[in-house]
């Protein structure tokens, strides 16, 4: 049980276009899912947390205009890289809060996303 | 604020040889959690253990085992008889207990098992 799942495993995107990556909760209802994001051979880094019904918390330093976050439902929250350029190339990776309240997060597979 | 620190970026050793893995947190919390993952090199995560501020015995699960130190803020983390399929980055990380209880990672050791 606790799966979660990320779509797509990769995307590659013009510089300039918008990425949306997708994050669910298989066989669980998730009121919180966090966003992180993994440069190359470095620690992941909390971008937000995506409560749903409401509006994400983002980490300071992040651009919320930038990084558009949805939670509209109880399994599924996106994350939305608009107008992507080549520095925003990373592997973003999603985690789900665990329903059973020990305050253990289940990751999903990542996204790698690399802006030509 | 918080912070984690996992000082040995690489470690190699031979399999069948144990390893520690060492992880020394800072929080002002008394109520927090610590957790350990493991990243294999396909980059998916993988939950290892949790444990909370208030349990200091040590664990084993296996061939893992675990030493919680309240005392020098210490979570390490033991393999013994390594194999090459433990080869990863193991990732320490510490959560608060507060209303979004996010989790803050270390910058995670990268363990290469030699046949």
């Known amino acids: 049980g606790a799966v979660v799942s990320q779509h797509p495993s990769r995307v590659i995107c013009k510089s300039g276009t918008s990425v949306k990556i997708e994050c669910r909760s298989l066989?669980?209802?998730?009121?919180?899912m966090f966003w992180y994001r993994q440069f190359p051979k470095q620690s992941l880094m909390l971008m937000a947390t995506?409560?749903?019904?409401?509006?994400?918390?983002?980490e300071q330093g992040v651009e919320k205009d930038k990084f558009l976050i949805n939670h509209a439902s109880l399994t599924l929250s996106t994350l939305t890289v608009t107008s992507a350029h080549p520095e925003d190339s990373s592997f973003y990776i999603c985690?789900?809060?665990?329903?059973?309240?020990?305050?253990?997060?289940?990751f999903g597979p990542g996204t790698r996303l690399t802006v030509l | 604020a918080q912070k984690v620190t996992q000082a040995q970026t690489e470690i190699s050793v031979v399999e069948k040889e144990d390893v520690t893995l060492d992880c020394v947190y800072e929080?002002?919390?008394?109520?927090?959690?610590l957790f350990w993952y493991k990243q294999p090199p396909s980059g998916e995560l993988v939950f290892l253990i949790r444990r909370n501020s208030f349990d200091e015995q040590n664990e084993i699960s296996g061939r893992y085992s675990w030493n919680f130190q309240k005392s020098t803020s210490s979570f390490n983390f033991t393999i013994t008889a390594s194999q090459v399929v433990d080869s990863a980055v193991y990732f320490c990380a510490l959560s608060d207990r507060g209303g979004n209880e996010k989790l803050t990672f270390g910058t995670g050791t990268r363990l290469t098992i030699i046949p």
């Open positions: 066989d669980f209802q998730a009121t919180t």
């Open positions: 985690s789900a809060r665990s329903p059973t309240g020990y305050n253990e997060q289940f």
């Open positions: 995506s409560n749903e019904g409401s509006k994400a918390t983002y």
């Open positions: 929080t002002r919390d008394t109520t927090y959690y």
